[in-house]
Nanobody, 121 residues
Framework: HVQLVESGGDSVEAGGSLRLSCVVS???????MAWFRQAPGKERQGVAA????????YYAGSANGRFTISQDNAKSTIYLQIDSLKPEDTAMYYC????????????????WGQGTQVTVS
């Protein structure tokens, strides 16, 4: 298991951008890392996933090109860039990790961070 700490959430105006960070404590390589979000009163939704140490990236169909997942192996950190923010992007954003026996936002993730809040007005 790994520990995950998210940061970077903020209150921003529509049209702006944010970059969320997820620092991973523990073994970083060869993991499936993903970003999820959950808005008040709604189910948790997968946004994007990435295989650490590789170039494999996966996005939800609803990502619409506004979300970009990336990694910095030297910093053991996963990022989620969100551009052209919309009010409907308001949610708690969570980072999650699982072993790389498959990598998809539709799989079960073992480790979760505490979340970082994004509010768009």
């Amino acid at each position: 298991h790994v520990q995950l700490v998210e940061s970077g959430g903020d209150s921003v105006e529509a049209g702006g951008s944010l970059r969320l960070s997820c620092v991973v404590s523990g073994y970083f390589s060869k993991r499936c890392m993903a970003w999820f979000r959950q808005a008040p009163g709604k189910e948790r939704q997968g946004v994007a996933a990435i295989v650490t140490g590789a170039h494999n990236k996966y996005y939800a169909g609803s990502a619409n090109g506004r979300f970009t997942i990336s990694q910095d192996n030297a910093k053991s950190t996963i990022y989620l860039q969100i551009d052209s923010l919309k009010p409907e992007d308001t949610a708690m954003y969570y980072c999650a990790a699982r072993r790389v026996d498959g990598c998809s936002i539709f799989l079960t993730f073992a480790d979760w961070g505490q979340g970082t809040q994004v509010t768009v007005s």
